[in-house]
């Protein structure tokens, strides 16, 4: 499982960076390729055979075995210009456990997920930080200095302190391997998307990506979101190329299905991509259909605990710190609302 991180520079991300951006249409549209904080530990990573059946099924892994192109996916997700990109071990904001590169865990266990689905043969695989170290072909022995030098560094200086450094630090892997590894995670991320939607395979380029990018983001926490999964694998599904208006009507409450989800309020530049991908005709005019999906996505909004009277919120894309003139601003306010 590859933990979605608040820290991808949504990455997301604010998404970026990507071959094209979004909102310009690809040169051939027709073309069918495209908590809690925890607690410091001395574990160093869990020693894995080079040839367990995650390591080759990620090693097997093709890029013709989907539509879209995964290079592009690749530059979406590194995130160069934000914390998202990091080529040193910094602990994760929330947990504390060490991630590299755009975000890719170092001490995750494999652990058990089992396909619930009998209508779809293709098993999730959750393996472990040194089945995806391994896969990218990096030294395992590599990986074990780097945890021991990232928990020395977590007991030594605290969250926070090590947090301020994050810039400073000096890289433990190069450019190149921190490639290797976000497209090996990448990988893991669409063999579970082909897990959780037995359609994968009929799903357009876009499609593909959006699931694929899900499940990168969120890893086992997609589970959670019943209704989505429900609709993608409903018998009504359709995957034709001459879309009906109920074709559309289908697809945007798929798309409704993400919109209304808290994790699209609060992460709402990279849900608003994301979510337009799942369009059908993304591809013809890929703009218009993240404005379609803006138009409707509301932000999440900031409760002010204090100075204000209870139930009073303000939306967190605009809110900004009080200036010295911000109670003369908003009398002004009142008195044009009274007037």
Known sequence: MIVFRTN???????LGGAVFMYGQAPSDPGSPRLAVPAVATEAAAIPVPTATPAVQMLQSFKNDNVKFDV???????????????????YPDPKTGQPLIGA?????????????????NPNPFLEAASAELWQAA?????RLNQI??????????????????????????????????????????????????????DQLTPWQQMALSQLVFQMGTNLEEFTQFLELINSDAAPFSRKLASADLAYWNGVQKSLIQSQWARLYRVRAISVIAMLDPRYNQNPR???????????????????????????LASTAKPAGPHAAGVRHRARSKRKA
């Open 103 to 119: 975000g890719v865990s170092l001490d995750l266990p494999a652990r058990e997920h089992p396909q619930s689905d009998p209508l």
């Open 147 to 200: 945890l021991d030098d990232f928990h020395q560094k977590l007991i030594a200086w605290g969250m926070h302190d090590y947090r301020s450094q994050i810039a400073n630090l000096p890289s433990q892997i190069t450019e190149a391997e921190a490639n290797q590894l976000l497209r090996v995670a990448i990988v893991q991320s669409i063999l579970n998307a082909r897990a959780y939607c037995r359609s994968f």
């Open 288 to 314: 218009m259909a993240e404005r379609r999906v803006g138009a409707v996505l509301r932000p999440a909004v900031v409760h002010r605990r204090r100075g204000r009277p209870a139930g009073q919120t303000q």
């Open 71 to 89: 290079d592009l996916l690749m530059n979406l997700l590194a995130d160069r210009k934000h914390e998202g990109w990091v080529l040193a071990a």
């Open 8 to 14: 991808l520079g949504l990455a997301m991300v604010v």
């Open 137 to 141: 072909g990096l030294e395992p022995e």
